[in-house]
């Protein structure tokens, strides 16, 4: 759809964002139909989310913003209209976050924070507000249980969080959502339902949602019209078919060469023992304790038994709340363990002196989900890397500052990036802080947990290359954490599929992939939507087909 169309719902002209006189967003225009679904796409840094989030005055402090024009149901609003704005928010213009965890209020239960809006935008009476609550977790995926209302977002898995955060807005059924990457931390079947809901809720109301992604099969199934940003500029726009089927600028086909492939992978070098084995672990949480009521234990893992040997990648796939999370924090000392027995080396870490088991935490390290909150704001780049070297005594501070700065290199930031702040980097740059400060001792256990699950393609898979270079340099085991098949497809050499605390299905990663057994994992694999190369060039997306269901496995 073009500005020339007759009424939009939205219709943007002139849009140009300044900060610190740096040109982010350039002359942006664009419209938005009723009921229409488009998508922006871009790397990391384009300007595609300060873009929508200007829509909705969102901006930060500091940001220069101008605009030709802004018109929303055929009428003008400024953004400097901050009551006009107020009226808009939530009740006509929705936004879905990309980090739950930081969009969500830590200190409110979750009930009170999805009361909120229906307190301002409504005059329902609490038992019915409560009832369209519940009915709308239940839709995008979670238990139709009060329980839920009093607990906090901590409480929650990261996929659930975004789960949260989507029915948060869904309940006032704006006519635009603006939906900034609301699948990132979701397994593809959960995506898939979540992302279905969505559209359905807002195709019945006839509304529109403008969609960001960095997931280019998603964009291409749900999507019907694509606008590509690069630098602050729109490069190419058109009906998302035609453009995947031949594009026509240069940094277009950059992002679909960047699409996941599976690449052959050298097999680990045969070892005597695993570095790690985790045997038949049991991990429970505590009930939440109430009056005259008993304490009733939830089991998030059952029995689970996995083995990661030097220079191998294990993968850990499995849907948000299966607990494979729950057991990477158990390998690394977070959570313990109810019962079972996990081994280093051939040794259990239950027989270890306490020397011994130090010696485990040092070697084994953690790669978190969000760097933006597993690093500490308040620290410089080079004190974040320097952090887990203070624990070996045998170095001294020069010591300590030549491997930050090897490190620091390793990972493709230059030694001008100490000084600066987490807040100074990008997504992708943050992640290379983490996994820095990762190796840094050179351990021989890595738990990579969501490695690349906020980031685009393109970083995507410079990161995933990244973690092979380095594996390939060190020879650490590492288990993977990831809800992305794709990433599974880049760098795993065995894949653990869980499902209800359970380890449902293990095999080599071709085996698993393209003959799964278990029917939990062939549909997961079933719902990941896929774009396929076409011989003459530019990509259109297909449905995967398995072997044993009367096709070849592709």
């Given at each position: 759809?073009?500005?020339?169309?007759?009424?939009?719902?939205?219709?943007?002209?002139?849009?140009?964002?300044?900060?610190?006189?740096?040109?982010?967003?350039?002359?942006?225009?664009?419209?938005?139909?009723?009921?229409?679904?488009?998508?922006?796409?871009?790397?990391?840094?384009?300007?595609?989310?300060?873009?929508?989030?200007?829509?909705?005055?969102?901006?930060?402090s500091?940001?220069?913003?101008?605009?030709?024009?802004?018109?929303?149901?055929?009428?003008?609003?400024?953004?400097?209209?901050?009551?006009?704005?107020?009226t808009?928010?939530?009740h006509?213009?929705?936004?879905?976050?990309?980090?739950?965890?930081?969009s969500?209020?830590?200190?409110?239960?979750?009930?009170?924070?999805?009361?909120?809006?229906?307190?301002?935008?409504t005059?329902?009476?609490?038992?019915?507000?409560?009832?369209?609550?519940?009915?709308?977790?239940?839709?995008?995926?979670?238990?139709?249980?009060?329980?839920?209302?009093?607990?906090?977002?901590?409480?929650?898995?990261g996929?659930?969080?975004?789960?949260?955060?989507?029915?948060?807005?869904?309940?006032?059924?704006?006519?635009?959502?603006?939906a900034?990457?609301?699948?990132?931390?979701?397994?593809?079947?959960?995506?898939?339902?979540?992302?279905e809901?969505?559209?359905?809720?807002?195709?019945?109301?006839?509304?529109?949602?403008?969609?960001?992604?960095?997931?280019?099969?998603?964009?291409?199934?749900?999507?019907?019209?694509?606008?590509?940003?690069?630098?602050?500029?729109?490069?190419?726009?058109?009906?998302?078919?035609?453009?995947?089927?031949?594009?026509?600028?240069?940094?277009?086909?950059?992002?679909?060469?960047?699409?996941?492939?599976?690449?052959a992978?050298?097999?680990?070098?045969?070892?005597?023992?695993?570095?790690?084995?985790?045997?038949?672990?049991?991990?429970?949480?505590?009930?939440?304790?109430?009056?005259?009521?008993?304490?009733?234990?939830?089991?998030?893992?059952?029995?689970?038994?996995l083995?990661?040997?030097?220079?191998?990648?294990?993968?850990?796939?499995?849907?948000?709340?299966?607990?494979?999370?729950?057991?990477?924090?158990?390998?690394?000392g977070?959570?313990?363990?109810?019962?079972?027995?996990m081994?280093?080396?051939?040794?259990?870490?239950?027989?270890?002196?306490?020397?011994?088991?130090?010696?485990?935490?040092?070697?084994c390290?953690?790669?978190?989900?969000?760097?933006?909150?597993?690093?500490?704001?308040?620290?410089?780049?080079?004190?974040?890397?320097?952090?887990?070297?203070?624990?070996?005594?045998?170095?001294?501070?020069?010591?300590r500052?030549?491997?930050?700065?090897?490190?620091?290199?390793?990972?493709?930031?230059?030694?001008?990036?100490?000084?600066?702040?987490?807040?100074?980097?990008?997504?992708?740059?943050?992640?290379?802080?983490?996994?820095?400060?990762?190796?840094?001792r050179?351990?021989?256990?890595?738990?990579?947990?969501?490695?690349?699950?906020?980031?685009?393609?393109?970083?995507?898979?410079?990161?995933?290359?990244?973690?092979?270079?380095?594996?390939?340099?060190?020879?650490?085991?590492?288990l993977?954490?990831?809800?992305?098949?794709?990433?599974?497809?880049?760098i795993?050499?065995r894949?653990?599929?869980?499902?209800?605390g359970?380890?449902?299905?293990?095999?080599?990663r071709?085996?698993?992939?393209?003959?799964?057994?278990?029917?939990?994992t062939?549909?997961?694999?079933?719902?990941?939507?896929?774009?396929?190369?076409?011989?003459?060039?530019?990509?259109?997306?297909?449905?995967?087909?398995?072997?044993?269901?009367?096709?070849?496995?592709t």
């Amino acid at each position: 759809m073009s500005l020339d169309d007759a009424s939009p719902l939205l219709a943007v002209s002139g849009l140009t964002i300044e900060i610190n006189d740096k040109l982010v967003v350039d002359d942006l225009s664009f419209a938005v139909a009723e009921g229409e679904t488009i998508a922006i796409v871009g790397e990391s840094g384009s300007g595609k989310t300060l873009a929508t989030r200007s829509l909705l005055g969102l901006l930060p402090s500091g940001v220069n913003c101008r605009v030709g024009s802004m018109r929303f149901k055929g009428n003008d609003y400024r953004l400097d209209d901050l009551e006009a704005l107020k009226t808009l928010r939530g009740h006509s213009l929705g936004m879905i976050f990309q980090e739950p965890m930081t969009s969500l209020n830590p200190a409110l239960r979750i009930g009170q924070q999805l009361h909120e809006g229906l307190k301002l935008h409504t005059r329902l009476e609490r038992a019915e507000r409560e009832r369209r609550i519940l009915a709308m977790l239940e839709r995008v995926g979670l238990a139709r249980d009060r329980a839920l209302l009093e607990c906090y977002p901590h409480e929650f898995s990261g996929g659930m969080r975004q789960r949260i955060m989507i029915a948060s807005v869904m309940l006032m059924a704006p006519a635009l959502i603006v939906a900034d990457e609301p699948t990132t931390a979701l397994d593809a079947v959960v995506q898939r339902e979540v992302m279905e809901t969505m559209l359905a809720l807002t195709r019945e109301a006839g509304n529109a949602t403008i969609l960001i992604s960095h997931d280019l099969a998603m964009v291409a199934h749900y999507a019907s019209r694509v606008l590509v940003m690069c630098q602050g500029k729109l490069v190419e726009q058109g009906e998302t078919v035609a453009l995947l089927a031949a594009p026509r600028h240069p940094y277009t086909r950059k992002l679909l060469d960047a699409l996941p492939r599976r690449v052959a992978l050298a097999p680990p070098a045969p070892a005597e023992h695993p570095v790690l084995a985790l045997q038949r672990a049991v991990i429970e949480y505590a009930g939440r304790r109430r009056w005259f009521r008993p304490t009733v234990s939830k089991r998030a893992v059952d029995c689970v038994s996995l083995e990661v040997a030097r220079g191998e990648t294990v993968a850990l796939v499995g849907a948000s709340g299966s607990g494979k999370t729950t057991v990477a924090k158990a390998i690394v000392g977070l959570v313990p363990l109810h019962s079972g027995e996990m081994c280093f080396d051939g040794r259990s870490l239950a027989g270890m002196d306490r020397s011994r088991r130090r010696t485990w935490r040092l070697d084994c390290q953690m790669i978190q989900q969000d760097p933006f909150s597993s690093l500490d704001p308040r620290m410089r780049v080079r004190q974040i890397v320097d952090e887990p070297l203070r624990l070996d005594a045998a170095l001294d501070r020069g010591q300590r500052l030549a491997r930050v700065n090897e490190v620091i290199d390793e990972v493709g930031l230059g030694v001008e990036f100490l000084e600066r702040f987490p807040h100074q980097l990008s997504g992708g740059q943050r992640q290379r802080v983490a996994i820095a400060r990762a190796i840094a001792r050179k351990p021989r256990f890595i738990v990579a947990d969501e490695p690349t699950s906020a980031l685009d393609m393109t970083v995507q898979k410079q990161i995933l290359t990244l973690l092979v270079e380095l594996q390939r340099r060190y020879g650490f085991a590492c288990l993977l954490i990831t809800h992305d098949l794709g990433v599974v497809e880049q760098i795993a050499h065995r894949v653990l599929v869980m499902e209800q605390g359970r380890i449902v299905e293990s095999g080599e990663r071709d085996q698993v992939l393209d003959a799964p057994r278990h029917a939990y994992t062939r549909r997961l694999l079933m719902s990941l939507p896929q774009l396929a190369a076409r011989a003459e060039g530019g990509f259109v997306l297909r449905e995967r087909t398995l072997a044993g269901e009367g096709g070849a496995p592709t």
